[in-house]
């Protein structure tokens, strides 16, 4: 009985689904290019009859994406789950400031709490634009057969498990889907030209800096999360550094004995840092002045056991990185960052500021002043 009562629910769903088509759909199905299938980052085949007009995005920090490649994406969207605010509160005011629509835009579930597709259906999506973090647990859900069963295509994208190999690919395909294909590709020109700059620096590096990668210390555990063979250990590792979580455990982050971590005494700390409402993080990001981000970072080594005496914090070389980078299409920043921190000499002639405000002048229609990458002072600086 219960399998019959889910099979008429779900036929009701179509129905619905039928009914809200006939309301708002319009004649942009023959826009040129379209009907369209393209290939997404989970390597799945996806056919859109025309570009998308009610996006929903399960990860809202893709807003950032999206407004690299509309004037106004907020137009283009019929909700969200949950809200930029849960990750960063002052880049979801910005965003609202700049399109107030933004704060009546429906908001479904938050965090990982699961969806559904009758949820899904009263915001009568014509695309799911989503993590491929969150492919394993999508895939093994009925989630993705009622939405295409529906005729609601859903494109996985990547910024975050490897930010080098999947931001121009994943770039590419919002550009196909949106209709935004030259913004995508003169982005993508940029970024790849800021790579290119930090291999040509690494190229004449003869030692690689042992590195502790800490994310958001103090935001899940006070320490150490760390990316062993996805994220930042991407950038690690192409800025020319050793990552020592590396090959420790499978899985893309784990937590680090900090035992090991002071006998390992790194070189170089990358803290990841963000508009966190939590105590005991790191804040840094848009609006945040940089008086604070070096508190925080000073509140952390003070609070962690051995850390006062670790050289990286002693010698100039503990620093603090916006997470926002590898969650959006700005990775390219944030490798010329570490790539400075770990080979001054070398790459002496990157300008990861310069980079950085170049393409967030030119790509984001916010204000971008804040905080966004910064070192602690060292000993010898404080006294």
């Not at 002052?90 to 990982?112: C, I, K, T, V």
């Not at 004449?204 to 999360?225: E, H, M, N, Q, W």
């Not at 006998?263 to 990001?285: F, L, M």
Request: proline share 8%.
């Amino acid at each position: 009985m219960p399998a019959l009562q889910d099979r008429y629910r779900f036929l009701g769903l179509c129905l619905l689904l039928a009914t809200m088509v006939s309301v708002w759909a319009a004649p942009a199905a023959h826009a040129e290019g379209f009907p369209l299938t393209v290939t997404d980052l989970a390597g799945r085949e996806v056919t859109l009859d025309a570009p998308p007009r009610r996006l929903f995005l399960d990860d809202p920090r893709h807003l950032l994406a999206l407004a690299t490649l509309l004037p106004n994406p907020v137009a283009r969207m019929s909700g969200w789950r949950g809200s930029l605010s849960r990750f960063d509160s002052e880049a979801q005011a910005r965003f609202a400031d700049a399109f107030p629509e933004l704060d009546a835009l429906p908001s479904l579930g938050h965090g990982n709490a699961p969806l559904s597709a009758e949820s899904l259906l009263t915001l009568s999506p014509d695309l799911v634009v989503t993590n491929l973090a969150r492919y394993p647990d999508l895939h093994d859900s009925p989630l993705l057969d009622q939405l295409e069963a529906l005729g609601i295509p859903v494109v996985f994208i990547d910024f975050q498990r490897h930010p080098l190999a999947d931001t121009v690919p994943s770039l590419a395909l919002l550009g196909d889907v949106l209709d935004a294909k030259p913004r995508a590709a003169a982005l993508t020109r940029r970024l790849q030209a800021a790579i290119e700059a930090v291999d040509d620096c690494v190229d004449s590096v003869t030692a690689s800096p042992s590195v502790l990668i800490d994310i958001a210390p103090g935001l899940k555990t006070d320490c150490c999360r760390s990316n062993f063979d996805t994220g930042l250990a991407d950038l690690v590792e192409r800025a020319g550094g050793d990552n020592i979580a590396a090959g420790l455990s499978p899985g893309s982050e784990n937590v680090l004995n900090p035992e090991a971590i002071l006998a390992r005494n790194p070189d170089v700390i990358v803290a990841t840092a963000a508009g966190w409402s939590q105590g005991g993080s790191i804040r840094a990001g848009f609006g945040v002045e940089v008086n604070t981000t070096h508190r925080d970072m000073a509140e952390v080594v003070a609070r962690r056991p051995g850390w006062p005496t670790l050289s990286a914090v002693t010698d100039g070389r503990f620093h603090a990185l916006w997470h926002g980078y590898h969650q959006g299409p700005f990775a390219a920043i944030a490798l010329q960052t570490i790539a400075r921190w770990l080979h001054p000499r070398q790459c002496a002639a990157l300008d990861p500021q310069a980079t950085q405000d170049a393409l967030f002048t030119s790509e984001l229609p916010i204000a971008t002043d804040g905080t966004f990458q910064t070192t602690y002072p060292a000993a010898s600086d404080t006294r």
